[in-house]
């Protein structure tokens, strides 16, 4: 076993899945294998793993670099993979790419020049998230051998993922982890420094066409069973296992489908990568009219480089406070300077900014496109800054908790739901249906409900008492699963109780 900072290899399932798990996990398991066997003629050598997360509090946040919440589920990507040595000279490898669910995600094989990976994020096709993942690992191994040159293997690859697509449970990062992983261990990288992976998935992962934050990758590959992961981005990555503590009632996570399937690349222009563009510009604007200068922000590790974190932290560079103090101060700030709830258009922005606006659509959005006349900036740092303060809050909750009773468990609700209302009406990140899924689940006695993940579709979260899961669940079916038209399949998976999981693996074993 390598050191703890790096992923774990295991020699067995047990190492991998424990308890109520593991059965099902199992026969799943030998199936990959069968299927890998029957697909290329002979046993992967071994499989990466790489789970699927929730997010429990901190929504929106990651990009602008507040710290989140999430933890990881049972549900995961798996990659079996073999190494094929090559008998021919060629100054290219070959990657076999299948899926379990071949009709869906249909198979391919890439024959790939040694310098470069191509990925057309234009095109949505399953396979860029493994391009992103192997583009990205093969970056860090010649930055890491201090070589430009890297002749990288040929492989077999079959996959098998579990989490739903387009689900808020970030299937993706699942993915491109679990490839990264694959990709480094089979060119001989046998100890992964989880860090250094979470860092490669996470910028792997905007080759694709998201300008996602960090959150789902940290989660997909740090966290440690029966723990939440508390997230931080600034000044550097850091994650840190969180407990909840027991309490009467003891408290579950309930993780509930609303079946609107929300596909970012699809809606990434009016939707995801639009908000984050929002917040960069609120951060540009804030600087420019707060602090009263033509002196840009300081990039930082942001998908557009800079952040509404790093407008915080220049603002209180020489007289900080508590953050939770900041914070308020912030969305004072905010409410005084950002005045218009229309929303600012590119004309209004750029001459604050100190840009022309042919100069702000270079620097904003040319990466990624976006569609929108009013961008709103108001609402957006409102959203932010609540959200990181109600994150502060919910940590303090479980760091010293004052009582272990009801009372603490509805403060940890009220918290979950204050950030759905900031979701649905600030953020404007919610959907009718999930906003339906959650005040059902309220009134069959859920503590605090919302959704997770990106939004505009996709999973919700609650935090809800044990005693009280069945009639939470029943309450669902009755007003809102019995009037949609599910598969049995879709029904099954449409409402789980999660428990906190672990992170990434290979399993290199018998
Ligand atoms: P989903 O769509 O659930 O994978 C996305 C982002 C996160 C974070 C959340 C919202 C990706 C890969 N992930 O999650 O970084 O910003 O939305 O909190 O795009
Ligand atoms: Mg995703």
């Known amino acids: 076993m390598a050191s703890t900072d790096a992923v774990p290899v295991a020699q067995s399932l047990k190492d991998i899945y424990t308890g109520d798990a593991l059965e099902g996990q199992t026969a799943r398991w030998q199936s990959l294998m069968k299927q890998f066997q029957s697909n290329y003629g002979h046993a992967p050598q071994f499989v990466s793993r790489s789970p699927g997360r929730v997010n429990i509090i901190g929504e929106h946040i990651d990009y602008s670099l507040y710290s989140v919440l999430p933890m990881a589920i049972t549900a995961d990507a798996l990659l ?32 790939i020049p040694y310098d470069t990976v191509d990925i057309d ?7 860029n998230y493994f391009k992103s993942g192997l583009r990205g690992a093969l970056e860090l ?32 990062a699942a993915f491109v982890s679990a490839s990264a992983l694959a990709l480094m261990y089979a060119n001989g990288e046998k100890s992964v420094d989880k860090k250094e992976l979470t860092e490669l998935a996470i910028v792997s992962e905007r080759a694709v066409g998201v300008n996602s934050g960090g959150m789902d990758q940290s989660a997909s590959v740090l966290s440690l069973r029966g723990t939440a992961l508390f997230v931080s981005f600034t000044p550097n990555l850091m994650a840190q296992p969180v407990k909840f ?39 540009a604007y804030l600087n420019a009219a707060v602090n009263k200068t033509a002196e840009p922000l300081p990039s930082d590790s942001g998908p557009l480089g800079i952040s509404l974190n790093g407008f915080h932290r220049k603002y209180f560079y020489s007289t900080p406070k508590s953050p939770e103090e900041e914070l308020l101060e912030l969305i004072e700030l905010t409410k005084k300077t ?39 900036l108001r609402q957006r740092a409102l959203h932010v800054f609540s959200e990181a303060l109600r994150v502060l809050e919910f940590m303090s909750l479980l760091r010293s908790p004052t009582s272990l009773d009801e009372s603490f ?11 759905q209302d900031s979701c649905r009406d600030d953020y404007e990140c919610s959907c009718p249906e ?28 609650h935090l809800v008492p044990a005693d009280k899961v069945e009639a939470v669940k029943q309450a669902w079916e009755e007003e809102y699963y019995s009037k949609m038209d599910l598969s049995a399949e879709q029904k099954e998976a449409a409402v789980v109780v999660s428990k906190p999981g672990s992170g990434s693996v290979v399993f290199d074993g018998d």
């Open 121 to 127: 994020a234009k095109v949505h096709e399953w396979t």
């Open 409 to 419: 468990n509805k403060k940890l609700g009220d918290l979950m739901n204050a950030t």
């Open 338 to 376: 950002l005045t218009q709830e229309q929303g600012y258009t590119r004309e209004e922005i750029a001459p604050v900014i100190g840009m022309t606006v042919e100069e702000l659509n270079e620097r904003f959005t040319s990466t990624f496109p976006v569609r929108a006349e009013q961008f709103k």
């Open 245 to 283: 503590p027991s309490t009467t009632p003891e408290l579950s996570f309930v993780i509930a489908q609303s079946f609107v399937q929300s596909n970012k690349h699809v809606t990434g222009p009016v939707c995801y990568n639009l908000r984050v563009v929002e917040c960069s510009l609120a951060a």
């Open 80 to 111: 079996a993979v073999r190494v094929v040595e090559e008998t021919e000279k060629s100054d290219y490898y070959t990657i076999k790419v299948a899926n379990v669910q071949g009709t869906k995600f249909p198979s391919h094989e890439f024959k």
């Open 141 to 172: 191994l010649r930055k890491k051998r201090g070589s430009a040159f890297l002749k990288p293997v040929s492989m077999e690859i079959l996959m098998d993922g579990t989490v739903p697509a387009g689900g808020g449970l970030s299937s993706s």
């Open 434 to 461: 999930l906003d339906k899924l959650c005040s059902i689940a309220r009134k069959a006695g859920s503590y605090g409900s919302r959704l997770t993940g990106a939004g505009w579709g996709g999973c919700s979260v």
